[in-house]
């Protein structure tokens, strides 16, 4: 049912250019410097929905947008649905549009009331269903904080039913010969007594005008119409029933208008006429809509301000983003257009008028008019063969907002007999079309006549083509049997409708939404299921394919209508493991209800307190006070000493530890009103550093708790460093003192952390192999930061070090992914250069990618553009493209919009030139952090699927050419895979790492291999199959020592584990992600756990070593020699295998 529809026309521009040296970052995070006192802020604008705070735009060049999306569907005779999706330099905006043709007989328009009065709303979603619409959008600007009355005029079924207040006299309206216009409508209108004619000055409106007489009948509704004159004393009012005067008088009656009523209400001058009338005088009223239009309107609604005139945009506001809502016309008037914008949300920010102007011209729009944004905008459709239409885009309030009106689409009503059927997955889910072997996925299929209304489709007989790929039954599961893509089809009758499915490779692994669910009793939780193959190829999983196992004493698991499940807790206190089973694959899911509070510091002594500062201008002390009870801890601060970002910091002495699993911390503040920005750093087992927000602005005097959640993933015992104030904003300058008091943790009950299964290891990193011959290769370094300020270092000297190792090992080229200096000053360049110049010298190309350690200090990458060239690239080499994006402001739309762009093209372009084989992007920041804490990764996550998408796209559009995606930042070495493409992470070669030693928190470089005649990798692969490119991770060692008995008995298996041990007192386990050879004397076999099993069966060794496990198997006596090799350094033992 689906198709494509072209919204956007793209001109793309040239790609990359080719420089040897070259690229750039920019960095604003919250990371320590080496000597782990400065932090540098950022502080976002926070996002709001109030129509009072709109989001002022920076002065951002103006640049093409990439169109990511556009899917439409016809909804009705004439009628087609449109959701699109783009991105700009401004951000991402997401809509919806709604096209009619108005030359279809079988489709009108007509305006949506509130409760069928002028003063009155409702979600406007509730109007379209009791009205029958199958589709409708919001419409006027309106009274929101009174009587909800729109403010322009308001015509239904062709009749004026509200006057438009002054200066609001602009509408959008279809005429009774079914031509959409744009005009100003102007109210006209009578009333008549004593044979003498005064005139209206305005009907069912929330105002009248100064000195004027307002028309008011039962259309008002129940709203208060005291309001309309604006506290005017001088008022009168006149009450007509059936064309009599039954009642007069100086006070505003505030009854409901009866339908055979009609109010004349005066102010100022306008009571001299009313108060000429008497009980008992005939009066007639009459009016009508004036308008400069062509024609007699059969519906219209106001709107404010024209986007577009007769094909001009028209001078409207560029600065404000907001949510926004328009109707537009083509030039013959055929043709209209209900356009809505989401904003003021992180997935869409909104669009100026002057950007929606624009947009209405460009889909075809001659004349154009804005209605009502903000949290007003909302967009329903049903889609075939759906009875009721629904809301289709995410209103910014986060719910739908009543509104007064809208305009709603309705079309004439067929035979009702079956003409389509509308086939889709019952689980709405991004990926629900793919499914794993052994597994299912349900199916639903819409029956639709020919207006595309809902009609019964009973019979529906299913099947699979090509049938290999698995089978349907009779209610619309489907079974997967095989890999590969085939369709589903529906057929009742001579009619029938298909969808697509993927079958994807056998399951590797599963995991639940969470990763730990801890709530209280009476607040239900939720999670799904998520399956991934060997590839990263990933699809959500039906509950009735899925085992849970746990304390039903404690809990009770639900399943619900979207595959998800609820998590009802029953008992307090207490906690349970929720067993996820699928096939042969676990995921252990843990789950605690209800808190207990501790107070872990009570400030009492100020010798466990220091106090520190950035910059070193800023004043700052402490001082213990009386506090809530006892004593407390006072920081003092002067923030008046510079205009850079300023803080002062609480520090704990030594750090402070949390009790285990602490999910919340606390504490009260006696706060100064200065509007300082206040935040903590915890630190974790890894020592990796976790900035939280206890308050935006601390904007009180006198105490208040504040409170914080610990970041999802953080690895227990974790410890409070500090609590400190800062201020970003240059022009506030100020000093102060807060008082800290009780800090509080709150714990969950204890609960068994089972260990999850472990995700294999990834044949991209070579273990006991070596690149051949075959293969051409070049060299990766990242994450040294060292600084000009301390150019005798360790970081330094182990930076030298490993451009010593790489230079010996003769790659091609040299990528230096990022974060090479640790700050961005003039110095730090320079002695980057010489650095380079002293270790490499001209023996090899070196191309520089820009992080934020590349920028820190200055916020721009000025200093490194004029030593090291641009700040992004594109060449090709050996067959392969290679892309080289700035990720220094932690999104690529942020550090270069423009990059995007030409990712996209050069990409394109790759794919289908025959010269190019494979494709490799670089970038400093991964898309995804190997550390639980995602604290490290791309912050846009919308942007990282999008470059996920094209690589993938890539891959498939190019007939299977390899792509590789290669990111550094984390400081831990990993590889996952993300829809066929492997995703790597190098660690660091300088600066001490983030993660573990036993997960990759290693010193180290990489070397990758690329095959000098790649074929292309067709389908679905193993990662074994598409080995074109290798990497060898080379950790910097200083020792290697291997654990292992002296002897052996025969017939006897134990582990042998090989240690590395690097500068800095790093000691981590000798195995993957490292690359590691291994190999013995001639009686020893050394393979992997299949090549062991058949040496063990041969009989010709004394003994058998199996490299993936580490497992040494005794067979015979006599002695045997194992030795260890990892980055050109060696260790062997001897063992005496005895009888």
Excluded at 791 to 819: C, K, M, Y
Excluded at 820 to 842: H, I, M, N, R
Excluded at 918 to 933: E, G, L, R
Excluded at 1012 to 1035: A, C, M, Y
């Amino acid at each position: 049912m689906r198709s494509v529809k072209k919204i956007l026309a793209l001109s793309f521009v040239f790609l990359l250019t080719f420089q040897t040296i070259g690229i750039v970052g920019y960095a604003a995070n919250t990371e320590s410097n080496s000597s782990g006192n400065i932090m540098i802020e950022s502080k976002e604008t926070p996002q709001s929905s109030k129509e009072n705070e709109a989001q002022i735009l920076t002065e951002i060049e103006q640049s093409e947008r990439i169109e990511t999306k556009s899917e439409s569907e016809q909804i009705g005779k004439g009628v087609t649905f449109t959701t699109f999706e783009m991105l700009d330099a401004r951000g991402w905006i997401n809509g919806e549009m709604l096209e009619i043709d108005l030359k279809n007989e079988a489709v009108s328009l007509d305006l949506l009331t509130a409760d069928g009065v002028v003063a009155a709303s409702e979600p406007i979603s509730e109007v379209t269903k009791r009205e029958g619409a199958i589709a409708s959008v919001n419409g006027d600007f309106f009274d929101i904080n009174s009587t909800q009355a729109p403010l322009g005029i308001e015509i239904k079924d062709n009749e004026i039913i509200k006057g438009p207040n002054n200066g609001r006299e602009m509408a959008a309206g279809v005429t009774t010969e079914g031509i959409g216009e744009i005009a100003a409508i102007f109210l006209e209108g009578t009333f008549t007594f004593n044979e003498q004619e005064h005139e209206l000055a305005s009907y069912n409106q929330n105002t009248i005008p100064e000195n004027g007489i307002g028309l008011y009948n039962a259309l008002w509704g129940q709203a208060s119409r005291e309001g309309a004159v604006h506290g005017d004393r001088n008022v009168y009012e006149v009450i007509i029933e059936e064309g009599e005067v039954v009642k007069t008088g100086s006070e505003i009656s505030d009854d409901e208008i009866a339908k055979n009523r009609n109010i004349l209400i005066g102010r100022g001058n306008g009571t001299d006429t009313l108060k000429e009338m008497r009980v008992g005088d005939s009066v007639t009223v009459e009016y009508a809509p004036k308008t400069n239009g062509d024609g007699e309107y059969a519906f219209a609604i106001g709107g404010n301000p024209t986007l577009v005139k007769e094909g001009a945009v028209q001078d409207v506001d560029d600065e404000t983003l907001a949510p926004r809502t328009a109707v537009g016309f083509s030039e013959d008037g055929g043709t209209m257009y209900l356009v809505l914008v989401d904003g003021r949300q992180s997935s869409s920010r909104g669009m100026t008028l002057y950007e929606m102007a624009e947009f209405m011209k460009e889909i075809g729009s001659y004349q154009a008019l804005n209605l009502d944004g903000g949290g007003s905008s909302t967009l329903t459709s049903r889609m075939p063969g759906e009875n009721e239409a629904e809301v289709k885009n995410n209103p910014s309030d986060g719910v739908e907002r009543s509104v007064p009106n809208g305009i709603g689409i309705f079309t004439a009503k067929e035979n009702g007999q079956l003409t389509g059927l509308n086939v889709d997955t019952v689980m709405q889910h991004e990926n629900a079309y793919r499914v794993f072997p052994e597994l299912t996925r349900s199916f639903t299929v819409k029956g639709f006549d020919d207006a595309y209304d809902a009609v019964s489709a009973e019979n529906i007989q299913w099947e699979t083509y090509p049938s290999e790929f698995g089978t349907f039954n009779e209610e619309g599961v489907f079974t997967a049997s095989k890999t590969g893509l085939a369709v589903a089809k529906a057929k009742e009758g001579n009619i029938e409708s298909e969808s697509r499915i993927q079958v994807l490779g056998d399951l590797e692994r599963i995991e639940a939404t969470e990763s730990r669910i801890s709530t209280v009793l009476e607040e239900p939780d939720t999670f799904s299921v998520i399956g991934f193959d060997e590839n990263g190829y990933a699809a959500p999983i039906e509950p009735e394919d899925i085992q849970l196992d746990y304390d039903e004493s404690v809990i009770e698991v639900t399943n619900n209508e979207d595959a998800s499940f609820t998590v009802n807790p029953k008992q307090d206190g207490a906690s349970t493991t929720i067993t996820i089973a699928v096939l042969d694959k676990k995921f252990y899911l843990p789950v605690t209800i209800g808190f207990q509070e501790e107070v872990v510091s009570g400030f009492e002594d100020s010798s466990d307190w220091s106090v520190q500062k950035h910059p070193s201008s800023v004043g700052a002390s402490i001082e213990e006070v009386e506090g809530r009870e006892g004593n407390a801890i006072q920081l003092n601060y002067d923030f008046s000493t510079t205009t850079a970002t300023r803080a002062a910091y609480l520090q704990a002495t030594p750090d402070l530890e949390l009790p285990a699993n602490t999910q919340k911390i606390g504490l009260w503040i006696h706060g100064d009103g200065n509007g300082a920005w206040l935040r903590a750093v915890l630190r974790d087992t890894s020592n990796t550093q976790y900035v939280i927000n206890l308050a935006d602005e601390v904007d009180w005097t006198g105490w208040k708790y504040v409170e914080a959640s610990l970041p999802e993933g953080v690895q227990h015992p974790v410890k409070l460093w500090r609590i400190y104030p800062v201020e970003t904003v240059q022009s506030q300058q100020y000093a102060g003192s807060l008082i800290f008091d009780e800090l509080t943790v709150q714990v969950p009950p204890e609960v068994d952390i089972l260990e999850q299964e472990k995700i294999t290891t990834d044949p991209l990193v070579i273990q006991n192999d070596e690149f051949g011959e075959d293969r051409w290769k070049f060299a990766v370094i990242s994450d040294t930061q060292f600084v000009a300020a301390n150019p005798n270092s360790d970081v330094l000297q182990r930076t030298r070090e490993t451009l010593q190792q790489i230079v010996a090992a003769d790659p091609e080229f040299l990528v230096i992914n990022g974060d090479f200096v640790d700050t961005g000053y003039p110095e730090d360049f320079q002695l980057a250069k010489q650095v380079l110049e002293e270790e490499v010298g001209d023996r090899f190309p070196i191309y520089y990618v820009p992080g934020n350690h590349e920028m820190m200090g200055t916020g721009n990458l000025t200093n490194f553009e004029e030593v090291f060239g641009e700040t992004r690239q594109s060449f090709v080499h050996n067959g392969v493209q290679f892309v080289m994006l700035n990720s220094s402001a932690g999104s690529y739309r942020a550090s270069d919009f423009q990059q995007l762009v030409e990712l996209q093209a050069t990409l394109n372009k790759a794919a289908r030139n025959p010269e190019v084989r494979n494709t490799v992007v670089f970038s400093h920041h991964p898309t995804n952090d190997p550390m639980p804490t995602d604290a490290s990764q791309l912050s846009d996550r919308k942007e990282v699927a999008l470059v996920e998408k094209w690589l993938s796209e890539f891959r498939m559009t190019s007939g299977g050419k390899g792509a590789i995606f290669i990111s550094s930042h984390a400081s831990t070495f990993n590889v996952n895979r993300v829809n066929g493409v492997p995703y790597f992470v190098t660690g660091t070669a300088g600066k001490d790492p983030y993660g573990t030693p036993d997960n990759g928190g290693i010193l180290g470089w990489t070397m990758f291999g690329v095959e000098n005649e790649s074929s292309l990798l067709r389908g679905i692969q193993s990662p074994e199959e598409t080995d074109w490119i290798r990497t060898e991770v080379n950790p910097l060692l200083e020792e290697i020592t291997v654990d292992a008995p002296e002897e052996l008995a025969v017939g006897e298996t134990i582990e042998v584990k090989a240690t590395g041990h690097q500068p800095g007192g790093i000691n981590f386990p000798l195995r993957y992600p490292a690359s590691v050879n291994w190999s013995g004397s001639d009686n020893v076999f050394v393979g992997n756990s299949e090549e062991s099993k058949e040496a063990i069966r041969s009989g010709e060794y004394t003994s058998v070593f199996d490299y993936t496990t580490g497992n040494l198997r005794a067979l015979q006596q006599g002695e045997v020699t194992l030795k260890v090799q990892s980055n050109q350094m060696e260790s062997e033992i001897k063992i005496q295998i005895n009888e």
